[in-house]
């Protein structure tokens, strides 16, 4: 940029001088200047006083700086939009769209790393090789020898060798190769009916089964319900977003502890009784879990007679803000059913 031979103060002040009589020519010939140059001075600062000159300049500095940042600003949307459609999650690829920027788009390394979500170091971090070939060859090796042993089996036979000890490791290596395992599709079980005996006193063999509903926001939760077959009476409830087979066991557990073991608890086929969970739990408590064939709800029908008793007097007649509400309504529902409701003992020709 060129610089100005004069100040704001002393164009300001041939201006003055010529509106008390001086003539052009003599100013120009005094300053140096030619009489077009004058005049442009006049066009621009004829009427301020020098501090608003200096205003004046410090707007042009300022909208200048503006209508940079602005610049920038539409060419990094561009070179965004440019990169939008590919996947840009791992950092070797987020290096090659800061490199792209930097080329393309005469971006500075600040700014490109900035717009990738990259840090500086990271995008000049060069890997080093991690000599991986002795594990490579014992890897491929191993799988040759035993073609159905998956990652982690072989990860352990190769701990054990000394040669790993990250897991991470050996299966990054282990898909390198390509020496994934196709696992096979599992049997769908078929379960026999199972005969139930009798209950002929309290806690003797519960029921339990799920149902579910949903806040007024739309998101679903869960409601466990729990009945003692000889009574008819509520057990207990578990109301959540989302309900394990370990919570499952847990609820089951805390229930044993304030009312005692029963022999059986019945229930269908869902994954949450099924899980190893639940397979632990009935081997440490010495609780039999019995299972009903699939697809045959009325073999487990006094926990059905339950589900739609509490669906119709307590679910379909609440509208549930939040969970902590579903909760609370839930609970008041399980005191008056437990309060209001006669249980008597089932008979033989119902179990029929």
Not at 58 to 74: D, F, G, I, R, V
Not at 180 to 192: A, E, F, S
Not at 216 to 242: H, K, P, W, Y
Not at 274 to 298: D, E, H, N, R, Y
């Amino acid at each position: 940029m060129k610089k100005k031979r004069y100040t704001e103060e002393q164009i300001i002040g041939a201006i003055k001088q010529h509106e008390s009589g001086v003539k052009v020519d003599d100013i120009c010939r005094q300053m140096n200047i030619s009489s077009g140059t004058f005049y442009n001075w006049r066009s621009k600062y004829a009427g301020l006083e020098v501090s608003e000159a200096k205003r004046l300049k410090q707007l042009e500095s300022e909208n200048a700086k503006l209508k940079k940042l602005l610049a920038e600003k539409l060419l990094e949307n561009e070179a965004m939009k440019d990169v939008l459609f590919k996947k840009v999650v791992k950092p070797a690829s987020k290096k090659k769209i800061v490199t792209h920027f930097k080329k393309t788009y005469q971006f500075s390394e600040r700014t490109s790393c900035d717009l990738v979500g990259i840090s500086r170091t990271g995008f000049r971090y060069q890997a080093k090789p991690k000599g991986d070939q002795a594990i490579r060859k014992r890897l491929l090796e191993l799988a040759t020898k035993h073609p159905s042993y998956g990652y982690l089996f072989l990860h352990g036979l190769m701990k054990s060798e000394g040669l790993v000890c990250n897991k991470k490791r050996t299966y990054r290596i282990y898909t390198e190769l390509g020496l994934q395992v196709r696992t096979k599709k599992r049997k769908k079980l078929i379960r026999p009916r199972m005969p139930m005996f009798v209950p002929n006193r309290p806690d003797v063999r519960w029921s339990m089964d799920f149902v579910s509903d949903q806040l007024a926001n739309g998101r679903r939760f869960r409601v466990l319900n729990v009945i003692d077959d000889f009574t008819r009476e509520m057990v207990g409830q578990l109301t959540a977003f989302s309900i394990s087979g370990r919570q499952v066991g847990s609820f089951l557990s805390e229930l044993i502890e304030t009312r005692g073991k029963p022999a059986q608890v019945v229930c269908d086929n869902g994954t949450e009784f099924t899980s190893k969970a639940m397979f632990f739990w009935q081997q440490q408590t010495g609780v039999k879990l019995g299972f009903i064939q699939p697809g045959k709800p009325t073999q487990n029908a006094f926990i059905e007679s339950l589900n739609g008793k509490f669906r119709s007097e307590c679910l379909d007649q609440n509208w549930f803000k939040s969970i902590e509400q579903a909760i609370e309504k839930i609970s008041q529902w399980r005191n008056h059913y437990r309060q209001n409701y006669y249980f008597y003992p089932i008979s033989v020709a119902e179990q029929g």
